[in-house]
């Protein structure tokens, strides 16, 4: 029994805890081996009981070295798994995992998208600029007069105002990019401006102080009216549907002659009236018209060689319309349980 103790004894001080592969659960084997119920020491102990008297105080001795050795290695192991960090893994493999959410494209971003695509078919390209603009680009070469509303502080952000100065503003409108454009190419000029425009609006479920608009313009020798009704109606379908109806009603703006409002037949309903249309059977989608001359000379083009047509549409109110989006508060609220809804649409 003796020789069997310091054999134990000497494997408990040899054992060294770097050659367990899976140490924590090693660990635990060793302890349950030594220090178990049905462990070495109990065994050991059973076989001590039925020992001799004058044997039992040597063997008490060597017994508890052996208690005393055990302990402490499994004691020392112990403290040497919890502080290393990559032994404490409490992963559990088999637990469901975490979804991420995933992100989509803002249903704005993907309305812009789709209109400069229903243009890209036709030969539209692409234009951006600044969203803070003089008052050259944004209403004097657009024709407006000096006193036009639009130019009033209510409706715009002025970034500069004052007296022996140029005003600077956030742009109110993407038609100031036709300006930036037909000042620096030469037609034939076809593109479209989508971008973010400001205004001093109240916020409402109908108005918003930031929103978004595209605009197209194009610009050749003999371009008419007649071009700029084919190139309504094709977008109304593309964007709305084959069996989509336009209609023109006269209209004003300073940089366009004639001036029209364009409106298509209500998708909601088919035409036949509904609160979306306010019984109308129609909706009201953007504004166009022939680019006055004014504007053209002021850009720099000569109006006798050259005619073109602009047209601008709120995207807000696009989405509205194909979407049924009844606030446009949502937009910009970035709250997931609208913004979801359009995750599938690309
Ligand atoms: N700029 C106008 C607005 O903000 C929209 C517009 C109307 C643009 C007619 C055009 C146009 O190019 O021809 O309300």
Redesign the pocket.
């Known amino acids: 029994m003796k020789s069997l103790i310091s054999k134990y004894i000497d494997e408990i001080r040899n054992a060294r805890i770097e050659d367990f592969k899976d140490k924590a659960a090693e660990v635990e084997q060793f302890r349950v081996r030594f220090l178990g119920r049905k462990g070495v020491m109990n065994e050991l102990f059973e076989q001590f009981k039925a020992l001799p008297n004058e044997q039992k105080k040597e063997m008490g001795i060597a017994l508890n070295e052996l208690k005393t050795a055990a302990l402490a290695k499994v004691e020392e192991w112990k403290n040497y798994v919890e502080q290393s960090p990559e032994l404490n893994d409490t992963h559990d493999l088999t637990m469901p995992a975490d979804l991420y959410q995933r992100g989509s494209r803002h249903v704005l971003s993907v309305t812009m998208n789709e209109i400069a695509e229903i243009f890209a078919r036709i030969g539209f390209t692409v234009e951006e600029s600044v969203e803070i603009e003089d008052d050259w680009h944004l209403f004097s070469a657009l024709n407006f007069p000096p006193d036009h509303p639009a130019r009033d502080m209510q409706d715009t952000f002025f970034v500069q105002k004052e007296e022996g100065k140029t005003d600077v503003a956030l742009r109110?409108?993407?038609?100031s990019v036709?300006v930036r454009v037909m000042e620096t190419h030469k037609p034939p000029i076809r593109i479209i401006a989508p971008g973010r425009?400001f205004r001093n609006e109240a916020i409402s479920a109908r108005a918003h102080c930031i929103f978004h608009?595209v605009?197209?313009?194009y610009v050749d020798k003999k371009v008419t009216f007649a071009d700029l009704k084919q190139t309504l109606l094709y977008f109304a379908k593309e964007m709305f549907g084959e069996a989509t109806q336009i209609r023109l009603r006269p209209?004003y703006?300073p940089?366009?002659e004639p001036?029209a409002?364009m409106d298509i037949s209500c998708n909601i309903c088919g035409g036949k009236g509904c609160n979306i249309c306010k019984g109308t059977g129609w909706l009201e989608i953007?504004?166009?018209?022939m680019?006055d001359p004014n504007v053209l000379e002021a850009c720099g083009i000569d109006s006798k060689e050259y005619t073109g047509?602009?047209?601008?549409?709120?995207v807000e109110r696009m989405a509205m319309l194909k979407y049924q989006i009844r606030d446009l508060r949502l937009y910009f609220e970035n709250d997931l349980r609208f913004l979801h809804q359009f995750d599938n649409i690309i």
């Not at 109110?172 to 038609?175: I, L, P």
């Not at 953007?286 to 018209?289: H, I, M, P």
């Open positions: 109110t409108h993407t038609s036709q425009v608009q605009e197209a313009l209209s703006f940089f366009t001036s409002e953007l504004g166009c018209g680019v047509f602009a047209l601008g549409m709120g």
